[in-house]
């Protein structure tokens, strides 16, 4: 009798709590909804679970070709966000192209290596050699960091400089990231992070893959990807850190792709990407651009595979991977909206050659 009593007084306690439970949720707790949510009733709007994708263009600015391309795959394909480098050969070019067409949402390139600086050299000294320039690679560059051998003052004068001077152009950045990623070491993340700040930009990119598809294609591609892989995997603790920076102060680091297929991207490998695309917001890093004799001139690996990546970002194919994904094309500014839907349909139907008509 003492168990009976035992298990009729447990089985009233556990009905009491279901009968209460449901009234707190408004759901009946009948046996339809036992130990699961009712499919036929509405769950609350909860954005961030939304797929949402941001696909951005790096290097912006860096010649005609590349220009060109990039807005080709803005008005064409679906490609919705492009980093804009301040002191580039065609940074004047790009800023007309963005004046006839605005839908694209443009970020600052944060530029300390393979480039010219902003700021005359005779200010930065610690950034700049004897004819100066900023050091050709990353990898003299974060040598030169570790050895404190590079003035943080002047990282946070000349990346000032170069946000200041977009601004003064009219455009309205919507993020920062930099030219092969050396802001992601810690120091000079939290010296983006106090520019953001400054200058009101909400977006910051932190430059690490968590998990990416496999890289397929020849020998080299395939050798490329690994190299790749590694560098990406060697940044864990310093994107652990940044991300950690970037929330205390209150800005937005989404994830990340792309960076192990920078120039082996292919059709398989971009749709396993899509497929991969989490709840929130994702950054796709891709390099578009029409290869131009300009490009010859410049310290870059990144050639044909410009071209490659301006096909397939206006290939039919990957807007139905994307349509059919259910993911959301946005900028970084406008995470919520469809750029879809803010983009005029003549703006879309421009062709290139009348788009480089319109600039020139």
Sequence with gaps: MGDRAGRSRLFRQSRHRRATAGQRTGVAPDSRTRGRRRRDLPAARDVSVARRLVINADDLGLTVGVNRGIFDAHRRGVLTSASLIA????????????????????????????????????????????EGRFRHSW??????????????????????????????????????????????????????????????????????ERRTAAVGGTLRARVAGWRQAAQNLALTRWAAADRRAAAAAGLRTPAFIGRVHTG????????????????????????????????QGVRTR????????????????TARVIEREGIQLVRHDLVTSSVHRVISPSARDVSPAESDRRVS
């Design 139 to 208: 990898k003299p560059f974060i040598a030169a960091c570790l050895a404190r051998r590079v003035s943080l003052d002047e990282v946070e004068q000349e990346l000032a400089a170069q946000i200041g001077r977009l601004r003064a152009a009219g455009v309205p950045l919507t993020h920062l990231d930099a030219h092969k990623h050396v802001h992601a070491y810690p120091p000079i993340f939290r010296v983006v992070i106090r520019l953001a700040q400054r200058f009101g930009i909400e977006t910051v990119r932190v430059p690490f």
């Design 302 to 317: 990144l050639r044909a595979s410009r071209a490659d990546e301006l096909r397939l970002l206006c290939a039919p194919e």
């Design 87 to 130: 002191a580039a050969a065609a940074t004047d070019d790009a800023i007309a192209r963005w004046r006839e067409c605005p839908t694209l949402g443009v970020g600052c390139h944060l530029t300390l290596v393979d480039g010219r600086p902003v700021l005359p050299p005779r200010d930065i000294p610690t950034l700049v050699d004897r």
């Design 264 to 295: 082996v991207l292919d059709g398989a490998a971009l749709e396993a990407m899509l497929r991969r695309v989490g709840p929130g917001v994702t950054e796709l890093m891709v390099h578009p651009g029409d290869p131009d004799a300009a490009l």
